[in-house]
């Protein structure tokens, strides 16, 4: 299964937290660089968190300091750790992966909803 799929949204107070997942079943997995976008309501899709295959991160400056991004190869498996969450958090986020050059991509979750309310 070279689609990944994301599980792990919900509901949330504001400072509340969250751990996204995502999984591929797709043997080039450690090879992959991969990412978490968020499309919240009548914005356009934004880069959230990024990680390389050699575990460099990077993230929006909007989350900088309350999101962490990090990945378990040996499970296949893409997280991100959501802390401090507000308002503005609230959307679907997708994660992406990537297995170019050597393989195809980019691939697209379904996406998981997030909603931070009170």
């Known amino acids: 299964q070279v689609q990944p799929v994301e599980s792990g949204g919900g509901l949330v107070q504001p400072g509340g937290s969250l751990r996204l997942s995502c999984t591929a079943s797709e043997r080039r997995f450690s090879i992959a660089a991969m990412g978490w976008y968020r499309r919240a309501p009548g914005k356009q899709r934004e880069l959230v968190a990024s990680?390389?295959?050699?575990?460099?991160?990077k993230y929006a400056d909007s989350v900088k300091g309350r999101f962490t991004t990090s990945r378990d190869n040996a499970k296949n498996t893409l997280y991100l750790q959501m802390n401090s969450l507000q308002p503005e958090d609230t959307a679907v986020y997708y994660c992406?992966?990537?297995?170019?050059?050597?393989?195809?991509?980019?691939?697209w979750g379904q996406g998981t909803q997030v909603t931070v309310s009170s």
């Open positions: 990680i390389t295959s050699d575990g460099i991160t």
């Open positions: 992406n992966i990537d297995y170019r050059p050597v393989g195809g991509g980019p691939y």
